[in-house]
C-alpha cells in the first residue's frame, strides 16, 4: 500500500512539472504570436551587421514646433547630440504622428544617442524641444 501510495504522489508532482513545463513552452509562441503582441511597422532598416560607408552631420535648431530632421528613407543609423534641453522625437510619419511635449520618444539634455536603423527605423523623423537649441544630427548610410 505503502508502495502504491508513493507512486502515486511521485506520478502526480511529475505531471505537475511536466503539465507546468509544457504551459511554459507553448506560451512563449503566444507571447510572440502577433495575434498576442502586434509588432509595430518598421519604416525600413539596415540588415544586420551592415557597414557604414557614409555619414552626414549638420546642425538643426528646433524649438516648441516640431520640426523635420530626417527626411530620407534609407539609413543605417541615426545619431542625435543635444546640449541645453531635453527633445521628444517623433520616430515615424507613416501615421502623420508629430511629437509634443507629452509625446514622442525622450532624449536627454546634453547626451548623444545613435538609433539603429533596424529598430528604429528610416523614415522622416520630426524633433520637438521644450526650448529653442541647436542639436547635431547625423545619418549614416
Not at 549638420?58 to 527633445?87: D, E, G, K, M
Request: net charge neutral; aromatic share 10%.
Amino acid at each position: 500500500m505503502k508502495n502504491i501510495l508513493a507512486i502515486a504522489i511521485w506520478t502526480a508532482i511529475a505531471g505537475s512539472v511536466i503539465g507546468g513545463l509544457w504551459y511554459l513552452y507553448d506560451s512563449v509562441g503566444k507571447v510572440t504570436n502577433e495575434k498576442y503582441a502586434p509588432v509595430a511597422q518598421n519604416a525600413g532598416g539596415a540588415p544586420i551587421g551592415l557597414v557604414t560607408k557614409v555619414s552626414t552631420t549638420s546642425p538643426a535648431t528646433v524649438n516648441t514646433t516640431a520640426s523635420l530632421v530626417f527626411a530620407s528613407s534609407t539609413c543605417n543609423s541615426r545619431i542625435i547630440t543635444t546640449y541645453a534641453s531635453p527633445i521628444m522625437i517623433g520616430l515615424t510619419d507613416l501615421i502623420g504622428f508629430v511629437p509634443s511635449g507629452v509625446s514622442g520618444h525622450l532624449q536627454l539634455a546634453s547626451t548623444t544617442v545613435a538609433y539603429d536603423s533596424g529598430i528604429y527605423g528610416c523614415s522622416a523623423w520630426r524633433v520637438y524641444s521644450f526650448t529653442s537649441q541647436a542639436i547635431t544630427v547625423s545619418e549614416t548610410i
